[in-house]
C-alpha cells in the first residue's frame, strides 16, 4: 500500500476521527472505503473491445489499410 500526505479541514479531521471511533476502525479504512466509493460511482467501466470495435470502425478513409501499411513496412 502507497502512503499519502493528505491535508483535511479541522472539522472534516474530527468527524472522519469520530466515525472511525463509532465503527471501530482506523481513520484511514474510512477514507480508502470512501476513495472506493467514489471510484465506483464516478467511473466508467472500461469499454469491451467490441465496443472499441463498433466506436473506430470507418475512421481510417484513406483506401486499403493493410496496403498502407504494408507500403510503409517495405520502408524498413
Known sequence: ?????????????S????TATE????MT???REAI?????TTSEPAPTFDALLDRTRGLWRQGDGLA????LRDEW
Not at 500500500?1 to 479531521?13: F, H, N, Q, V
Not at 498502407?68 to 507500403?71: G, L, V
Open 29 to 31: 479504512e474510512l477514507v
Open 36 to 40: 472506493r466509493r467514489f471510484r465506483s
Open 15 to 18: 468527524w472522519l476521527d469520530r
Open 23 to 26: 465503527r471501530g476502525v482506523p
Open 68 to 71: 498502407w501499411q504494408d507500403r
Open 1 to 13: 500500500m502507497i502512503r499519502t500526505i493528505i491535508s483535511l479541514d479541522p472539522e472534516d479531521k
